[in-house]
């Protein structure tokens, strides 16, 4: 059962404010287009992303369809540094074969970290709204990587560690893998050539946040019928 401040409850609330600005009939909205649509004043972007906490890098890029009012929005988030690139990551080791190493010696390895390390991929649906505001409903993919840091107190040297004791990182599997995405967020024009996206992810469940160069045509615009 969620409490009033949970990460699910905030999601749904923030999904029904995206439904209602993607149903808010044309004459609520303020017109800058013809076909009673609004035009968002910038028509692309690119730019910095990242989701706080969990993968602290990345980049997006939007581009909204003149005369039509919708848009596209991909992005891509992960950890800039990662502990699978640290010196002391064991590769091709499991958690059980590091945990077999304190029973052969008792009080040998002890757990002094664990860290999730995310690499999301997405791809957002983009509605706008006003001339300087759209909002997004997304999907996507997330590989969750389960990182856990020990100290090992023997300092074994068929491990690489150096004495008198050595830290290691190896990945948990059981704890690991690829997770669906839900997002919700909106992009809005900061004035001059920046915009600001703030949305919501279910994986990792983080805040996510954007900031980006914009455009007006920078891209080719679809035949409209």
Do not use: C
Request: zero cysteines; proline letters at 6%; glycine letters at 12%.
């Amino acid at each position: 059962m969620t409490g009033p401040g949970s990460p699910g409850r905030r999601l749904v609330a923030a999904l029904l404010l995206v439904a209602a600005g993607l149903v808010a009939p044309p004459s609520a909205l303020a017109q800058t287009s013809t076909g009673g649509r609004p035009e968002f004043l910038m028509h692309s972007g690119v730019g910095y992303t990242m989701v706080v906490p969990g993968a602290l890098a990345g980049v997006g890029a939007f581009h909204v369809f003149q005369g039509i009012g919708w848009g596209i929005y991909p992005d891509t988030h992960f950890n800039p540094n990662s502990l699978k690139g640290n010196r002391d990551f064991l590769k091709g080791e499991t958690l059980a074969s590091v945990e077999s190493l304190d029973q052969e010696q008792v009080g040998r390895m002890q757990v002094v970290e664990e860290e999730d390390e995310w690499l999301v991929l997405n791809l957002h649906v983009l509605k706008v709204l006003t001339p300087e505001l759209a909002v997004g409903l997304g999907a996507g993919a997330a590989r969750k990587s389960h990182i856990v840091g020990y100290i090992d107190h023997s300092a074994d040297i068929n491990l690489n560690l150096n004495p008198p004791y050595g830290f290691l990182y190896v990945e948990d599997e059981a704890a690991s893998g690829w997770e669906v995405n839900a997002t919700v967020n909106a992009l809005v024009l900061g004035g001059g050539r920046f915009a600001f996206m703030v949305g919501y992810e279910l994986a990792p469940r983080s805040f996510s946040v954007g900031l980006f160069l914009t455009f007006r045509n920078a891209l080719p615009e679809p035949a409209l019928l």
